[in-house]
């Protein structure tokens, strides 16, 4: 364990960390930078390595550690772990590894999808390194004993999304070969356990329909960050729109057209590369 190092805020201004294996993540920051809009925001997508799901513990984890090293080195006072894959390999290691840091990561979204599913009978979306971690088993084993579980690995989807694809024939194959055996077991409630599906949620629509509730815990975890941020302290006193920085392991370029894609926006990407 590192020493309790202490991160200064300079003129009041905070920093909100935000990372992933790719773009899924953007999602988080979307909605990050509209709720809580007067906080800076550096985001850091792992395009060298991504997809996460099919990577080891022992590798995300490695990567995990030095992108919070990064995210620190850039005076981030609180970090969102905007992976799923992430949250549940390495944030147990990375809270222990820097303690001076809060850090809010991503839980699959089963608790509240049990409580608003009438038939009990739910869909779960998540890569296979979520679906094997302890995260997702323990919050299986504390919130869903009278819930019935049908899970899909959704193979290629991040992939598609990771190149802007949203729309496409493949794209809609994927859906369809995880979603129609679900809807044949009669599920009401999906739960989207990567941060990469909520750009797909249109697509998923199509399939489903409006009767199956699609549960994105987005709005969750950003509620949580604020009060994280009230309860150590980060209250930015300065009001204006906060800034936000971009960086990536991969190509610059190709993030920049997807952010524009995804986000309608035009951002300058940075590249940092990490081990």
């Not at 202490?6 to 909100?16: A, W």
């Not at 969750?220 to 604020?226: L, R, S």
Request: net charge negative; hydrophobic share 40%.
């Amino acid at each position: 364990m590192e020493d309790d190092i202490q991160i200064e805020t300079e003129n009041n201004q905070i920093n909100i960390g935000v990372f992933d294996s790719g773009i899924g993540g953007l999602w988080i920051l979307k909605y990050l930078r509209e709720k809580l809009p007067e906080y800076n925001y550096i985001f850091f997508g792992d395009q060298a390595h991504v997809p996460y799901g099919a990577r080891t513990k022992e590798e995300i984890i490695k990567f995990s550690e030095e992108i919070t090293k990064f995210l620190i080195d850039k005076d981030c006072q609180l970090i969102v772990v905007a992976c799923n894959t992430a949250s549940g390999a390495s944030l147990k290691y990375l809270r222990e590894k820097f303690p001076y840091i809060p850090f809010v990561g991503m839980e699959p979204a089963v608790k509240p999808a049990v409580e608003s599913s009438d038939s009990g009978r739910i869909g779960v979306l998540a890569t296979p390194a979520t679906f094997e971690g302890e995260l997702y088993s323990s919050v299986v084993e504390r919130f869903a004993h009278d819930a019935e579980l049908f899970e899909s690995t959704c193979v290629g989807l991040v992939e598609q999304i990771e190149k802007g694809d949203l729309d496409s024939e493949k794209t809609l194959n994927i859906l369809e070969k995880a979603l129609r055996p679900m809807m044949d077991k009669n599920i009401d409630t999906i739960v989207l356990g990567c941060t990469h599906y909520p750009f797909v949620i249109p697509r998923r629509k199509e399939i489903v329909g409006e009767k199956v509730h699609v549960i994105d815990p987005t709005p969750a975890i950003v509620k949580h960050v604020g009060r994280i941020l009230d309860e150590s302290g980060l209250i930015n006193e300065v009001t204006d729109q906060g800034t936000t920085e971009i960086y990536t392991s991969g190509n610059p370029a190709e993030v920049e057209a997807i952010i524009l894609k995804l986000l309608g926006e035009t951002i300058k990407v940075k590249k940092h590369e990490i081990n």
